[in-house]
């Protein structure tokens, strides 16, 4: 008998499922996992707990010969339900197909409930074995069990499981979850927290064996176990390959080189033509490799072993390996999946081909929030080759400028300015990095986004961000009408083309012009519009979303809404350190409009702390239009405002003084607003009176500056 190393399994009991088995209706039970899963643990656990006739078998490869194979399963069944010598039937050698229906018959008149347990089925290879095995357990009599554990598939199971006669435990079943894991530590004396288990079960993918040899092996995280872990390399070579043939062990080495397995992929990288036929027998006996998906065409290796299995191939030769990620990284480009290409690439010297496909792919990469997923692209390729490519170049400044790095990005920017020889293609793509950053002022940004607008193509995804950041120049000069055309186009395509990062940020300060213009329920599906862009975002982080998270918290204050207005609020600060001055337009707009808000809301030192920060942003762009002149003007409200350190700090206004604020701005008496609001005279005029104390002010044409400045009163 093969199977686990010593006490993989000991001390954990599998009596759940093995209770879940036997109170089943199935006459027949299949263990179906690879090695190391504990299924002869769980068969003497099973064995160990039954109150019917017990018969055990536990094969080796000798029992591959269907005379002695049909030998053995008798004596066995014979031994356990005392069946006399003189009873038992004997077949003459070759006759082996009367020796079997004997037995089948002789269990089908068994009166005895009995579980006959064989251990290593995957053994018989013969099908005259095989033939025997379906004989057997399909005579087992009601009551009874025949529990069958292999490495490979079972077929006699097939025609059972239809009937409803068959239940099978695959390595799903049988994997550890956190419970057994830090059982498994506990017994070698190491304890395992909740959150360093769940670790350990997704290192090894609840591998039993795994887990075992992890937590003897010392290591100073135990979580950090691999597949070429020496104790876990030397378990899959004795117990994996070693029984395999060469050319199988050969297909399975070189294969590792791909997260995922298809019959295609597999003839294009190993140069053959029956990988899915190859594939199909590897699933079949069950060598670590399981199929993803409906239909059976893509498989995938267990973590581990695809660990082990590289390790072995990297020492077997370099070359190949590079060949084989260069032919996967052209099957997949052609796919059309070009970031896995990527990925092969990396591990190529191919470096005009890998920074060809990371420009091309980047964008479409962080705008389904993959922003991490670049950022680790361009520091395996490194500066050298980053500075000797310039689409490389465009793209580390893009995302220096959309993960707050602003001396990363103005560095790449600097570089892309220096080169003399730019490609035509490129020009567009420098242009809008130029614009987004802002270095010389709205008037300069305006001309590299409508440069970039001009010059891409039609069809190109990249316009959009190109108008967007017309729409952010247009506004730093002032000219919102211009603004709103270019923001407007930008986002409906990104919300059709499903690019949402753009209609997050498109949209988020279309909700500002909105508001400002007193377009509050225009301004209402921005904020609805932007903040659906923003959940499909999650969790890449972004520069904008400090100011959608404030555009929804002036909805919510406009509405009465005081506390979802401090929850935006808090979202709004939490998520502003990615904004910078690399960005200047959302770092700017967002960090004074949040600052409005908070001091509105009653938290001065909380809007103190933004300004400085904006003081900090101007230095580096002292030139972003006309929010410098709104900066002053909030500046100077604050400084008539609460002295810091007094206890004067303001509560927000209630939703009844939130209705009587915008007729402040009209000629209408206080008699008159009370009537258009339904209430008397005198409870008009004592919200009035609070409105003035809350924003500290003293007369009725103040209140609409300072409502003004905060935001709650459009311009």
């Given at each position: 008998?093969t ?5 993989s399994g000991?001390?954990?009991s599998?009596?759940s499922?093995i209770?879940a088995?036997?109170a089943g ?14 299924k002869s643990?769980?068969?003497?656990q099973?064995a160990?707990?039954e ?6 078998v ?7 010969d ?7 399963l008798a004596?066995a ?7 006399p010598?003189?009873?038992r039937?004997?077949t003459a ?5 009367v020796?079997?229906?004997r037995?089948?018959?002789a269990m089908?008149?068994c009166r005895?409930p009995?579980?006959?347990?064989i ?5 018989l290879?013969?099908?005259s074995c095989q ?5 057997v357990?399909?005579?087992v009599?009601s009551?009874?069990q025949?529990v069958?554990?292999?490495?490979h ?6 025609r059972?499981?239809a009937?409803?006669?068959a239940a099978?435990?695959t390595?799903?079943q049988l994997a550890f979850?956190m419970?057994?894991a ?7 004396g ?7 288990a769940e670790r350990?079960?997704v ?10 040899l992890?937590?003897?092996a ?5 979580s950090?176990v691999?597949?070429?872990d020496?104790?876990i390399?030397d378990?899959?070579?004795a ?11 050969a297909?399975l ?6 997260d995922?397995?298809?019959?295609g ?7 053959r033509?029956d ?5 199909r027998?590897v699933e079949?006996s069950?060598l670590f490799?399981?199929p993803?998906?409906p239909?059976?065409s ?6 581990l ?5 590289l390790a072995d191939?990297?020492?077997?030769d370099?070359?190949?390996?590079r060949?084989?990620h260069?032919?996967a990284?052209g099957w ?8 896995v290409?990527?990925e ?5 010297d191919e ?5 060809r496909l ?5 964008p479409r990469a962080?705008q ?6 670049v950022?680790?692209?361009?520091a395996?390729?490194g500066?050298d080759q ?6 490389l170049a465009v793209?580390?400044g893009w995302?220096?400028?959309l993960?707050?790095r602003?001396a990363?990005a103005?560095?790449?920017l600097a570089h892309?300015?220096?080169?003399s ?5 490129l020009?567009?793509?420098?242009a809008?990095?130029r614009s987004a950053m802002c270095?010389?002022?709205p008037?300069r940004a305006l ?11 039609r ?5 959009m961000?190109?108008?967007?950041l ?7 000069l002032?000219?919102?009408d211009e603004?709103?055309e ?9 919300q059709?083309?499903r690019?949402?990062?753009?209609a997050m940020?498109?949209l988020?300060t279309l909700?500002w012009i909105?508001?400002d213009r ?5 301004g ?6 932007c903040?659906a862009?923003l959940?499909?975002l ?6 904008s979303t400090?100011?959608?998270?404030a ?5 919510h204050l406009r509405r009465?809404d005081?506390?979802?207005a401090?929850?935006?609020l808090?979202?709004a600060v ?8 690399a960005?200047p337009f ?5 960090r004074?409009e ?5 001091w509105a809301?009653?938290?001065h030192a909380?809007a103190?702390?933004?300004?400085r920060?904006?003081?900090d942003?101007?230095?580096?762009r002292p030139d ?6 709104e ?9 008539g405002g609460?002295?810091p350190?007094?206890d ?6 209630t939703?009844?003084e939130?209705r009587?604020?915008p007729y402040?701005q009209t000629?209408l008496?206080i008699?008159q607003?009370?009537?258009?609001l339904?209430?008397s ?5 004592s919200?009035?009176?609070s ?10 044409g103040d209140a ?11 311009q």
């Amino acid at each position: 008998m093969t199977g686990d190393p010593q006490g993989s399994g000991v001390g954990v009991s599998r009596g759940s499922i093995i209770e879940a088995a036997r109170a089943g209706s199935a006459r027949v039970v299949g263990v179906t996992a690879p090695a190391g899963y504990g299924k002869s643990i769980l068969l003497a656990q099973w064995a160990g707990a039954e109150h019917r006739v017990v018969a055990i078998v536990r094969l080796d490869r000798s029992d591959d010969d269907v005379d002695r194979f049909l030998d053995v399963l008798a004596t066995a069944f014979f031994n356990a339900v005392r069946t006399p010598e003189s009873s038992r039937t004997t077949t003459a050698p070759g006759a082996w197909v009367v020796g079997a229906h004997r037995l089948a018959a002789a269990m089908s008149a068994c009166r005895r409930p009995f579980v006959l347990f064989i251990d290593d089925v995957h053994v018989l290879r013969s099908p005259s074995c095989q033939e025997v095995l379906r004989m057997v357990v399909a005579a087992v009599p009601s009551g009874s069990q025949v529990v069958t554990a292999s490495r490979h598939s079972q077929p006699h199971l097939s025609r059972l499981r239809a009937g409803g006669d068959a239940a099978e435990l695959t390595s799903d079943q049988l994997a550890f979850g956190m419970r057994e894991a830090r059982a498994v530590f506990a017994k070698a004396g190491v304890e395992l927290d909740r959150a360093e288990a769940e670790r350990v079960v997704v290192a090894t993918e609840g591998w039993p064996v795994g887990i075992a040899l992890a937590a003897r092996a010392g290591l100073p995280s135990p979580s950090a176990v691999r597949g070429d872990d020496r104790h876990i390399a030397d378990y899959f070579e004795a117990e994996v390959l070693a029984p395999l043939t060469p050319a199988l062990r050969a297909f399975l080495r070189r294969s590792a080189v791909l997260d995922r397995l298809g019959g295609g992929v597999c003839d294009a990288v190993l140069a053959r033509r029956d990988s899915a036929a190859r594939l199909r027998e590897v699933e079949s006996s069950v060598l670590f490799v399981a199929p993803v998906g409906p239909g059976r065409s893509w498989y995938r290796h267990h973590r581990l072993f695809r660990e082990f299995l590289l390790a072995d191939l990297r020492r077997e030769d370099t070359d190949v390996v590079r060949g084989l990620h260069g032919r996967a990284a052209g099957w997949f480009e052609s796919a059309g999946a070009p970031e896995v290409a990527v990925e092969h690439l990396l591990t190529t010297d191919e470096h005009d081909w890998t920074a060809r496909l990371v420009g091309s792919t980047a964008p479409r990469a962080w705008q389904a929030g993959e922003v991490a997923t670049v950022e680790r692209w361009l520091a395996t390729l490194g500066d050298d080759q980053i500075a000797a490519h310039p689409r490389l170049a465009v793209v580390q400044g893009w995302v220096a400028t959309l993960t707050g790095r602003p001396a990363v990005a103005e560095r790449w920017l600097a570089h892309l300015d220096g080169e003399s020889t730019l490609e035509t293609a490129l020009a567009p793509e420098v242009a809008m990095l130029r614009s987004a950053m802002c270095p010389g002022g709205p008037d300069r940004a305006l001309r590299d986004a409508r440069f970039a607008v001009e010059s891409l193509d039609r069809w190109s995804g990249r316009r959009m961000v190109a108008r967007a950041l017309c729409g952010e120049a247009h506004l730093l000069l002032g000219e919102s009408d211009e603004a709103v055309e270019s923001l407007e186009r930008a986002a409906r395509q990104a919300q059709q083309e499903r690019r949402h990062d753009v209609a997050m940020s498109a949209l988020a300060t279309l909700a500002w012009i909105s508001m400002d213009r007193g377009a509050w329920d225009e301004g209402a599906d921005h904020v609805r519009g932007c903040l659906a862009a923003l959940e499909a975002l999650r969790p890449a982080p972004h520069p904008s979303t400090l100011l959608a998270h404030a555009a929804s918290a002036r909805g919510h204050l406009r509405r009465g809404d005081s506390s979802a207005a401090v929850r935006d609020l808090a979202s709004a600060v939490a998520t502003r350190g990615v904004s910078t001055y690399a960005r200047p337009f959302p770092a700017v707009k967002g960090r004074l409009e949040t600052a409005k808000l908070l001091w509105a809301t009653g938290d001065h030192a909380g809007a103190r702390a933004l300004v400085r920060e904006l003081h900090d942003i101007v230095l580096e762009r002292p030139d972003v239009g006309v929010l410098r002149g709104e900066f002053d003007g909030f500046i100077e409200m604050m400084q008539g405002g609460p002295e810091p350190g007094r206890d004067t700090v303001t509560a927000p206004l209630t939703p009844a003084e939130l209705r009587v604020l915008p007729y402040l701005q009209t000629h209408l008496t206080i008699a008159q607003i009370g009537e258009r609001l339904f209430v008397s005279r005198n409870t008009a005029n004592s919200e009035i009176a609070s409105i003035y104390r809350k924003l500290g002010v003293s007369s009725r044409g103040d209140a609409v500056v300072r409502a003004t400045v905060l935001g709650l009163l459009s311009q």
